[in-house]
Antibody, heavy 125, light 107 residues
Framework: QVQLVESGGGVVQPGRSLRLSCAAS????????MHWVRQAPGKELEWLAF????????YYADSVKGRFTISRDNSKHTLYLQMNSLTTEDTAFYYC??????????????????WGQGTRVTVSS | DIRMTQSPSSLSASVGDRVTITCRAS??????LNWYQQKPGKAPKILIY???SLQSGVPSRFSGSGSGTGFTLTISSLQPEDFANYCC?????????FGQGTKLEIK
């Protein structure tokens, strides 16, 4: 079945780096755009980054632009999020999600499906 | 950025009740609106996409409506497994943004 499994979370000091991975299975990974989304404790979901199916297009939320880098290795069916200069504000559950779309005429509707189970990142001294 | 505002932030209801959750966008997003359900400790699950299209496998008691800036998610007859958090998300433009969520609790 379609599955996404994140890994790489943990406790890290402010200013340090962490790399998250998201292993995909059950679908043709190289054909799908992908996203990272996070949820801080008690906060709403926050979209972080997008990467196109071939890695040629990347977009970021302002809150992480210049600090986080999304990438993918289609040969390994794996999505990554390199997180640098971490602050306590980055403490959250991090989810990877597949972009799923529906084309109706000239319109393209997209949503996140499925999501991984999430990996917890705690930034603390 | 497009701001998504949900109401209410929490809601108490009983099994069998009909409930409606509202999501408002800060600008016209046509029908680029998705609804998710999230249970504690679990990842969000898509319920409704494009404002009113039911995701495959989602029970028909869930429905969505609206266009432009105002949207609703309706559960026609609450079941025990429906007590969860619900949030809306706009896919009109990047950065994609979510509502703050509605916690649906058992009365």
């Amino acid at each position: 079945q379609v599955q996404l499994v994140e890994s790489g979370g943990g406790v890290v000091q402010p200013g340090r780096s962490l790399r998250l991975s998201c292993a995909a299975s059950g679908f043709t990974f190289s054909s799908f755009d992908m996203h990272w989304v996070r949820q801080a404790p008690g906060k709403e979901l926050e979209w972080l980054a997008f990467i196109s199916y071939d890695g040629s297009q990347k977009y970021y939320a302002d809150s992480v632009k210049g600090r986080f880098t999304i990438s993918r290795d289609n040969s390994k069916h794996t999505l990554y999020l390199q997180m640098n200069s971490l602050t306590t504000e980055d403490t959250a559950f991090y989810y990877c999600a597949r972009d799923h779309d529906y084309i109706w005429g000239d319109y393209r509707f997209n949503w996140f499906d499925p999501w991984g189970q999430g990996t917890r990142v705690t930034v603390s001294s | 950025d497009i701001r998504m505002t949900q109401s209410p932030s929490s809601l108490s209801a009983s099994v069998g009740d009909r409930v409606t959750i509202t999501c408002r966008a800060s600008q016209n997003i046509s029908n680029y609106l998705n609804w998710y359900q999230q249970k504690p400790g679990k990842a969000p699950k898509i319920l409704i996409y494009a404002a009113s299209s039911l995701q495959s496998g989602v029970p028909s008691r869930f429905s969505g409506s609206g266009s432009g800036t105002g949207f609703t998610l309706t559960i026609s007859s609450l079941q025990p497994e429906d007590f969860a958090n619900y949030c809306c998300q706009q896919s009109f433009s990047i950065p994609y943004t979510f509502g703050q969520g509605t916690k649906l609790e058992i009365k």
